[in-house]
């Protein structure tokens, strides 16, 4: 902790945590959403390490409840009293699956597999008995939950996993997706008729387009169609990506799972292969040298998706390239399209400034996201890259001083080139907790 302000804010944080607290999960954001959220609670759990391990402990066993039989981890588990989001489970109709668990009510997608990596952390700033146990009572869940990327969302093999809905990213609405997601036609569809209940919350402004909706509702009826079969889906859904961010996070969360087998004493050949196969394949299919960035790649259209998304920075965070590789992705970050002409943005826009589909304001297609400044700030610090992690760190500590604990903050220092200051939902979860673990350390990889 560096000073009696950087002290304040750590409680601050900590108020928002406790004020999102719903009994034995944290839900990402007061009003907006009302759930427990996948890769949400994985970060959550990590800020929870630092003061409050029995609910760090508590928000990762309560996820993994709700894990499919096939061992996929959902990325919404809906709580039956809480209402206001759409979608709900009434649309999602995941009971027409037969891999859902009996008595809870899911979302029938997926998120990036942060847990690994975040049960290792909470294990790190712990180091104790308890949470060695609660360790060895996740692993099989979690290798389950990897198992289920590459038995089911891998038909050619390669190591990288697809995903069926940009929800599955949680980038939603960027704008590497857009190519991809036109190729759903609407023309002629008839979809449920249905209710945005986020924009009765947050500007349209600051939200995806009716017409993603559209799409990302079209999707799910296609789901139910096949009964969530991904055998079905492989073959039929328009849209399947390898996306870059998930692949990214199972390869750092593989890792993750190895240093866990070795606490626990447990056998992890199969890892080892997922981890060998996962970093290899990323680091030669989804790498654009013409950019000096990582992208993700369409398996419908049989080519990358156009190389701009703050995705692409994150194989830092897996160890993925070497070192003159790592070089050329840093370059990229000090560039104008990430860290703008002459400093006037903070780190790291979730999208390159200088790209005709940037927006600053409407979520991930140019604001800065914290949990992705989280991962950067740590794969910098993995190279060594000592300088440019501590100006993504004062750019989070200072977005968080000024504005509090948003969502997603404007990119931009002044008002007069876009977007600037906190947006989206105000009292964010992840945001709240990746503070907590940046401003108490100790510093990891
Ligand atoms: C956002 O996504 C949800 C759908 O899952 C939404 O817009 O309703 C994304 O930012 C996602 O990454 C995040 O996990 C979720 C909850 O914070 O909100």
Same mark, same amino acid.
């Given at each position: 902790?560096?000073d009696r302000?950087?002290?304040?804010?750590?409680?601050?944080?900590?108020?928002?945590l406790?004020?999102?607290?719903c009994g034995?999960?944290?839900?990402?954001?007061?009003?907006?959403y009302?759930?427990?959220?996948?890769? *949400?609670s994985g970060f959550?759990?990590?800020?929870y390490?630092h003061?409050?391990?029995?609910?760090?402990?508590?928000?990762?066993?309560h996820?993994?409840?709700a894990?499919w039989?096939?061992?996929m981890?959902?990325?919404?588990?809906?709580?039956?009293?809480?209402e206001?989001?759409?979608?709900?489970p009434?649309?999602?109709?995941?009971?027409?699956?037969?891999?859902?668990?009996?008595?809870?009510q899911?979302s029938?997608?997926?998120?990036?597999?942060v847990?690994a990596? /975040? /049960?290792l952390?909470?294990?790190?700033?712990r180091?104790?008995?308890?949470?060695?146990?609660?360790?060895?009572?996740?692993?099989?869940?979690?290798v389950?939950s990897?198992?289920?990327? @590459?038995?089911?969302?891998?038909?050619?093999?390669?190591?990288?996993?697809?995903?069926?809905h940009?929800?599955?990213?949680?980038t939603?609405?960027?704008?590497a997706? #857009?190519?991809?997601?036109s190729?759903i #036609?609407?023309t002629?569809?008839?979809?449920?008729? @249905?209710?945005?209940? #986020?924009?009765?919350?947050?500007?349209?402004?600051?939200?995806?387009?009716q017409?993603?909706?559209d799409? @990302?509702?079209?999707?799910?009826?296609?789901?139910?169609?096949?009964?969530? #079969?991904? /055998?079905?889906?492989s073959?039929?859904c328009?849209?399947?990506?390898? *996306?870059?961010l998930?692949?990214s996070?199972?390869c750092r969360?593989n890792?993750?799972?190895?240093?866990?087998?070795?606490?626990?004493?447990? *056998?992890?050949?199969e890892?080892?292969?997922?981890?060998?196969?996962?970093?290899?394949?990323?680091?030669a299919?989804?790498?654009?040298d013409?950019?000096?960035l @990582?992208?993700?790649?369409d398996?419908?259209?049989?080519?990358?998706l156009?190389?701009?998304?703050?995705?692409?920075?994150?194989?830092?965070?897996?160890?993925?390239?070497?070192?003159?590789?790592?070089?050329?992705?840093?370059?990229?970050? *000090?560039?104008?399209?990430f860290?703008g002409?002459s400093?006037?943005?903070?780190?790291?826009?979730?999208?390159?400034l200088e790209?005709?589909?940037?927006?600053?304001?409407?979520?991930?297609?140019?604001?800065?996201w914290?949990?992705?400044?989280?991962?950067?700030y740590r794969?910098?610090?993995?190279?060594?890259?000592?300088?440019?992690?501590a100006?993504?760190?004062?750019?989070?500590?200072?977005?968080?001083?000024?504005?509090g604990?948003?969502e997603?903050?404007?990119?931009?220092?002044?008002?007069?080139?876009?977007?600037?200051?906190?947006?989206?939902?105000?009292?964010f979860s992840?945001t709240a907790?990746?503070?907590i673990?940046?401003?108490?350390g100790?510093d990891g990889r």
């Amino acid at each position: 902790m560096r000073d009696r302000a950087e002290a304040d804010l750590l409680e601050r944080a900590k108020a928002v945590l406790a004020s999102n607290w719903c009994g034995s999960y944290t839900k990402p954001a007061p009003r907006l959403y009302p759930h427990q959220w996948n890769w *949400d609670s994985g970060f959550v759990a990590i800020g929870y390490a630092h003061y409050a391990p029995e609910k760090a402990r508590s928000e990762l066993e309560h996820l993994f409840r709700a894990q499919w039989r096939n061992g996929m981890l959902p990325h919404i588990q809906f709580n039956p009293e809480s209402e206001g989001y759409f979608p709900g489970p009434d649309l999602w109709r995941t009971d027409l699956s037969p891999d859902l668990p009996p008595g809870i009510q899911t979302s029938g997608i997926s998120n990036p597999p942060v847990h690994a990596f /975040a /049960a290792l952390r909470v294990h790190e700033v712990r180091g104790d008995e308890a949470t060695k146990e609660w360790l060895r009572a996740l692993f099989p869940g979690i290798v389950a939950s990897h198992r289920y990327f @590459y038995a089911r969302r891998d038909p050619g093999g390669e190591g990288l996993a697809y995903i069926r809905h940009p929800w599955e990213a949680g980038t939603d609405n960027s704008p590497a997706y #857009d190519g991809a997601l036109s190729r759903i #036609d609407l023309t002629g569809v008839t979809l449920p008729s @249905y209710e945005r209940v #986020d924009l009765k919350i947050i500007s349209q402004a600051q939200r995806p387009t009716q017409r993603d909706y559209d799409r @990302y509702v079209l999707l799910i009826e296609l789901y139910k169609r096949t009964g969530y #079969d991904d /055998a079905a889906l492989s073959a039929e859904c328009p849209f399947l990506v390898q *996306d870059v961010l998930l692949n990214s996070i199972l390869c750092r969360s593989n890792e993750a799972l190895l240093e866990i087998a070795e606490i626990l004493g447990e *056998d992890s050949g199969e890892i080892r292969e997922w981890e060998a196969q996962t970093r290899r394949a990323l680091d030669a299919k989804l790498w654009d040298d013409e950019t000096g960035l @990582y992208t993700s790649f369409d398996l419908r259209a049989g080519r990358s998706l156009p190389a701009g998304s703050v995705s692409g920075f994150i194989p830092l965070f897996a160890g993925v390239p070497d070192a003159a590789r790592a070089r050329r992705v840093v370059e990229r970050l *000090d560039s104008p399209g990430f860290a703008g002409r002459s400093g006037e943005t903070y780190r790291v826009p979730s999208y390159d400034l200088e790209a005709m589909d940037f927006d600053s304001a409407k979520y991930w297609r140019g604001p800065v996201w914290l949990n992705m400044d989280w991962m950067i700030y740590r794969g910098l610090r993995r190279y060594g890259f000592d300088e440019a992690a501590a100006k993504v760190r004062s750019d989070m500590v200072e977005l968080v001083s000024r504005h509090g604990f948003h969502e997603y903050f404007g990119p931009f220092r002044r008002p007069e080139r876009g977007s600037s200051g906190g947006l989206g939902s105000p009292g964010f979860s992840w945001t709240a907790a990746l503070s907590i673990d940046l401003l108490r350390g100790p510093d990891g990889r």
